[in-house]
């Protein structure tokens, strides 16, 4: 399988280095690291999507595709280039070659692409599909769901298993696609969040995380060290500190223990896409 990393969402929040580490003006970025992954006889599966195009044209349409009060705290930059549907065209597949879309949660900037593929089925945890559909309570949950960004997608829900990967639970049948390809339950910053894991060839693994961890130095090292701005963020967006926290740490130990096996990386820091899309270690 031949994995592509697209960044479908760019975010520049005011603070720069409170928030990414390394920028030196008053703005910062933050990505949208989505996977579009070719297969041999499943068509072609993407993990996330970004902003879609529906989001760039009509980010306020009633009902509100994405948050204002999101949009100006993260100055979120919409374009049209971005979105995984014209980057897919770009690299010479048509969306119709999209034939399934597998989630790590729900929130508008992984979420907001999925109309752009009617044709594929969209898998995810069952209690992500119940949290996202509600009733929602709090001022965080009421806002980071938009059920028009997805209104119409053929689902495909799933319960955690079991069945054990690297000591996680894992969701390993997921309707028509390979088993290369599982879903690894990471509670904390919503209840149905989800890690993907991938299989590539030659046997070592790729975790996208999703938003189980925001910051590179939060990963592959014996100690967490995370810019205040993310640190601030994952609090305000959490469903639940202690699973988050929990979750977090077991990632952090996944990272260092098997660090020969499993390279692991998270939805929104652009030095992992960078080094991602160069082929550099992490």
């Not at 065209?89 to 879309?101: N, P, Q």
């Not at 929130?107 to 992500?128: C, N, Q, S, T, W």
């Not at 929990?246 to 990632?251: A, F, G, T």
Request: aromatic residues 8%; hydrophobic residues 35%.
């Amino acid at each position: 399988m031949r994995i592509h990393h697209l960044n479908c969402a760019t975010d520049c929040p005011l603070g720069g280095a409170i928030f990414d580490g390394r920028s030196t003006g008053p703005l910062g970025e933050i990505v949208g690291h989505c996977l579009l992954i070719e297969t041999d006889a499943h068509g072609l599966v993407l993990v996330d999507t970004g902003y879609g195009l529906n989001d760039v044209a009509h980010p306020h349409r009633s009902p509100e595709r994405i948050p204002k009060f999101f949009r100006g705290l993260l100055n979120i930059r919409l374009r049209e280039e971005e979105t995984a549907a014209r980057q897919i065209e770009a690299l010479g597949f048509a969306r119709e070659d999209v034939r399934h879309i597998v989630l790590t949660h729900l929130d508008f900037d992984h979420a907001g692409g999925i109309d752009d593929f009617p044709g594929a089925r969209v898998h995810l945890l069952k209690a992500e599909y119940d949290q996202a559909t509600g009733p929602w309570t709090g001022f965080v949950q009421s806002r980071r769901y938009r059920p028009a960004q997805w209104q119409g997608a053929d689902w495909r829900t799933y319960s955690a298993s079991g069945q054990g990967w690297f000591g996680f639970d894992a969701v390993r049948q997921l309707d028509g696609l390979p088993p290369e390809i599982l879903m690894v339950p990471l509670p904390g910053h919503t209840w149905g969040h989800a890690g993907v894991a991938i299989r590539q060839d030659g046997g070592r693994w790729l975790l996208q995380a999703g938003d189980a961890y925001f910051y590179r130095g939060e990963m592959r090292a014996a100690r967490r060290r995370c810019t205040p701005g993310l640190r601030a963020y994952q609090s305000l967006m959490e469903t639940n500190r202690s699973h988050r926290l929990r979750n977090q740490e077991r990632v952090r130990r996944l990272s260092v223990d098997h660090r020969a096996e499993i390279q692991v990386i998270c939805s929104h820091d652009p030095v992992e896409l960078e080094c991602c899309r160069a082929g550099r270690p992490l």
